[in-house]
Structures are given as structure tokens and as C-alpha cells.
């Protein structure tokens, strides 16, 4: 059982993941959590546990190094959702998913793939079916469509179902929406799983011919519109949803479309607006600048902006920009950030992505992509809101401010050590049996020498407070060859052992 597990849901074998409990409640009661990304590969040992029930649940990568995956997940945050009725719509629109119990609730919509394949192509028709299903803001697994393993990148991680095995609250259920055990899952994989070929038929257009027939009423219609119009319009949404059909019928009929308008409103409104309502939509649409409301809903939860561009009638210039949907820090010291936007990383410093300009300089730089303006505000609340969900990259030791201080000084004081305390005058550092003393400024001097240090993020007296913190460091002044003079004294185990030069002194420099 754990192979045929193992087999099924494999990822990414350099790095795994782990979303532990903090001790802050969200503001619906729930607890708050963080995640973790762990360099190291996911054990059997790990794979078992996750089975077993032991916490934390296991996360695994579905893209891998080559930037292929053989899962992918559509993770639907809704409470309370209906399963057995969502079951039934993608029965009726013959996707061949599985349907899982999320940890709190919720659902995540797996496709299967047989063999590993285009982590593009699995995003690809995951965001043609959530945008179909009502479900365009979901998250995507893989979010990346590749990675940046090579500059420490690992994407990011799901947590797995069956923690705990068929004891589990996140368990499958078949077409009927019964849970199932954990083999009766197997089962349902090998139904529904799928060859790449498989894979990239789903969900093509069957109706192109009949979107292109000019006695179509949706010809050319941006994919929401189409969406909308079979699954109906929800209720307090009528307003927005003519509004955006007015907008179609203005790019596509240059006479008589607000005339259609009624048309429009009795076929797809149940039940149609008022005949004034319409006119005062007819009104706003009819502005010189008008464009669909993407970001408003009914059409938001339908949006498929790749390929509306390409309809007719569809957003064209009006496009919406490239959205950021996740960052990731990785741990180093500064740290660095890589920005995911539309299933592309961009890595960035902790200062440009800070600054929207910048930000947009490095996108453009990287993928070909720079951003629309923003305002500082806006660009400030989007980060507060994506760092709520912060995914963690562990970096190297050697990345690490208090490795590189370590070394550097170490470096410092070692290769040309004085001969005695006198030394330090001349800028060298001096070491005894027992201490270490140098000039702060002597030091200083080398870090800009050999550019091996972050100055603008370490300027030099928060450099000064790093030696404090981590090494107890002290300022003296003291009469070196009759003139004062501030020097630092520090504990040479604090560091590798420096080179002592032997001299004739019997007692220690200084009480």
C-alpha cells in the first residue's frame, strides 16, 4: 500500500513539506499555521507516517526538477461545500476527476496522470476547468508551471489526503459521493487517470464550430459569458452579469445592441430585470470607455483570461495584467524572494519586491513581462495579504548572516595577524592565548575590500550590533603606545581558533 501511495501522489524528491499549528486564531477561529519547505527528500519513514496519522501531515511537490508533474489539484476553500452536488456537475461534464474531503471541509479536485508530464499543460487544463466549474480564483497545484531548482527554488507543496489512512477525514469519494478506503481510492485512479494525450484533450472546445456560426448569440463571447449562461446567473449578481453582456453585445452588434439588451436579459436573467434597470445599464455601457468588469462577479469566478483574449469579442487590449498569486521566501540572510505570476517565478531582492516599479523592471527583465502601475497602497496590501500565506525555503548554513560574519572575521583576523598589541595602529588585528582586539574600522575596512559583504542591508552599526549579539564583543579604549585608542575585544573560541604569534609580553595587554 504505501508504494501504490508513494507511486500515485510523487513529487518532487529533493524537498518536502509541513504546515504546523501556530498559537494564533484567525479572525473565524481557526488556528493560524505556517509552512515549511524541508531540503531533504521524503523518506518511506515520512510516507508512513503521513499514513499512520502522525502529525504534522505530509506535503509533497507535485513539480519536479524537470519541471513535470503526474498530479494536479484544484483546491476549493468554500464552507460549507456541497461534494456530492459538485461530484455530480463534473460527471455531467465528463472531466475525470477525483474528488477529495480537504482537512476542513473544503475540496480538492485531483487529475491524475498515469505517467509524468508538462507541469504547463497539467496548470493549463486545471485553470480551463476551475474557470468552467465556477471556481477561477481557486488555488492551482502545481502553482508553478517550472522552477528554479537550480537557484534553491522547490515550489510549493500540498498536503497530502489519507493522513491516517482509512481512518482519515481527507478521504476520496466515488461518483456517488460515498467516502472511500484508501484501496477503494486505487481503484478510482485507475478509472480515471490519464496519458498525456488524454490529458491535453481535456477540455478542448468541441463547440467551435457553433461559437464561430453567426447565428450564434454568444459568438465570439468571452468563456465567463458562456459559463454563465448555462449555469444560470446567481441571485443579487443580474446587475453585473447585463452589464458585462452589454459590453459583448456593443463589441459585437455596432447598431441595435442595446436593443438586445432585453433580448439578452429575458434569456439569460431568471427572473429578467426590470425594463428601467436595463436602460440605466444600457446608459453606463454606452460611455465612450467601457470594458468587462473582470474583477466583479458573477464573471470573476468564470474568468479564463488566456483565452478570452483569444475570442472575438473578448477582452483583447483590455486584458487583465499579469497577477501575482504566491510568494516564497527563501531563508538566506538577505533573503531572497521568488514571486510566482501566472505560474512563472520571478526571484527578486527583499528591496525590489518592496517597490512595485522595480518589481515590474525585474519581471520585465526575467519573463518578458512588466507590470501595470500600481499605487503604494494597493501594492502594500497585496503583500500583507500574500505574506499571511508565506511559503518558507530553507537556504544553506553558509547563507546564513551569522556563518558569513563568523567567517569573514575569522578570515580577518587569521591571515595577517600582528605581532603584538601594537599592531592594531597599523590596522592588523592582534590575538593572544585567550582574546582577540581589533579596530572596528580596520575590519570595516576589509569587508568593502573584499565586497563579501551586504553593506546596505548590514550598514555599519547594525554590523556593529551583529558582533555584539553574536560574539559578546566589547569596546575598549585603551593606550596603545601612549594614545588612546577604541579597539574590540572579543573571545577567540567564539570563533576558529586565530593564529597567536608568540611575544615576550608575560602578562595579558590588559586588566
Known amino acids: 500500500?504505501?508504494?501504490?501511495?508513494?507511486?500515485?501522489?510523487?513529487?518532487?524528491?529533493?524537498?518536502?513539506?509541513?504546515?504546523?499549528?501556530?498559537d494564533d486564531f484567525s479572525e473565524n477561529g481557526k488556528h493560524q499555521t505556517k509552512s515549511f519547505t524541508i531540503k531533504n527528500p521524503p523518506t518511506d519513514k515520512l510516507w508512513q507516517a503521513h499514513l499512520d496519522g502522525e502529525d504534522p501531515a505530509l506535503g509533497i511537490v507535485p513539480i519536479r526538477e524537470d519541471n513535470k508533474c503526474k498530479w494536479g489539484c484544484i483546491d476549493i476553500d468554500t464552507y460549507p461545500f456541497d461534494h456530492k452536488s459538485f461530484i455530480k456537475k463534473i460527471r455531467d461534464k465528463n472531466i475525470p476527476m477525483i474528488l477529495f474531503r480537504s482537512k476542513s471541509g473544503g475540496a480538492h479536485a485531483f487529475l491524475f496522470t498515469k505517467d509524468f508530464v508538462p507541469a504547463s499543460l497539467m496548470r493549463d487544463r486545471l485553470k480551463k476547468i476551475a474557470a468552467e466549474l465556477g471556481h477561477a480564483r481557486a488555488e492551482i497545484f502545481p502553482k508553478q508551471d517550472y522552477i528554479r531548482a537550480d537557484r534553491g527554488d522547490t515550489g510549493s507543496f500540498l498536503n497530502l489526503p489519507y493522513h491516517g489512512g482509512d481512518k482519515t477525514i481527507r478521504y476520496a469519494f466515488d461518483d456517488e459521493g460515498n467516502c472511500l478506503t484508501l484501496n477503494q481510492f486505487f481503484d478510482m485512479y485507475e478509472k480515471y487517470s490519464l496519458s498525456e494525450k488524454e490529458l491535453a484533450n481535456v477540455k478542448k472546445t468541441k463547440?467551435?464550430?457553433?461559437?464561430?456560426?453567426?447565428?450564434n448569440p454568444l459568438k465570439g463571447a468571452p468563456p465567463c459569458l458562456i459559463a454563465i449562461s448555462k449555469e444560470g446567473i446567481p441571485n443579487g449578481q443580474r446587475n453585473n452579469a447585463m452589464y458585462n453582456f452589454g459590453v459583448y453585445l456593443k463589441k459585437r452588434f455596432s447598431s441595435d445592441w442595446d436593443l438586445k439588451m432585453h433580448d439578452y436579459n429575458k434569456k439569460y436573467c431568471t427572473p429578467p430585470l426590470e425594463r428601467n434597470e436595463i436602460q440605466i445599464l444600457i446608459k453606463s455601457v454606452d460611455k465612450k470607455e467601457y470594458q468587462y468588469k473582470c474583477k466583479d462577479e458573477p464573471i470573476q469566478s468564470f474568468c479564463n483570461s488566456k483565452l478570452c483574449v483569444l475570442q472575438e469579442f473578448g477582452v483583447g487590449d483590455g486584458a487583465p495584467s499579469p497577477e501575482i498569486t504566491e510568494i516564497r521566501k527563501y531563508d538566506s540572510d538577505p533573503p531572497i524572494y521568488f514571486v510566482t505570476i501566472d505560474g512563472e517565478s520571478v526571484e527578486v531582492d527583499d528591496m525590489t519586491l518592496h517597490d512595485s516599479e522595480k518589481f515590474s523592471i525585474s519581471s520585465m527583465n526575467q519573463l518578458n513581462r512588466p507590470m501595470l502601475p500600481v499605487g503604494k497602497i494597493i501594492w502594500r496590501k497585496m503583500l500583507v495579504h500574500l505574506f499571511k500565506n508565506l511559503g518558507h525555503v530553507p537556504a544553506p548554513e553558509s547563507s546564513k548572516i551569522n556563518v558569513q560574519v563568523r567567517e569573514l572575521l575569522a578570515d580577518f583576523i587569521n591571515k595577517a595577524p600582528g605581532k603584538d598589541i601594537n599592531d592594531i595602529k597599523r590596522g592588523l588585528p592582534y590575538s593572544d592565548e585567550k582574546d582577540s582586539y581589533f579596530k572596528f574600522k580596520d575590519f570595516w575596512r576589509y569587508l568593502q575590500r573584499t565586497k563579501s559583504w551586504p553593506d546596505k542591508t548590514y550598514p555599519k552599526q547594525k554590523t556593529m550590533r551583529l558582533l555584539e549579539e553574536l560574539f559578546s564583543t566589547i569596546e575598549l579604549v585603551k593606550s596603545i603606545d601612549g594614545k588612546?585608542?577604541?579597539?574590540?575585544?572579543?573571545?577567540?573560541?567564539?570563533?576558529?581558533?586565530?593564529?597567536?604569534?608568540?611575544?615576550?609580553?608575560?602578562?595579558?595587554?590588559?586588566?
Open 207 to 215: 463547440e467551435k464550430e457553433k461559437l464561430e456560426d453567426d447565428n
Open 1 to 22: 500500500m504505501l508504494e501504490r501511495f508513494k507511486q500515485v501522489f510523487s513529487g518532487l524528491e529533493i524537498a518536502y513539506g509541513q504546515t504546523k499549528k501556530t
Open 484 to 511: 588612546n585608542t577604541r579597539i574590540i575585544k572579543m573571545d577567540i573560541v567564539k570563533l576558529e581558533r586565530p593564529n597567536v604569534r608568540k611575544t615576550k609580553m608575560k602578562d595579558e595587554p590588559f586588566a
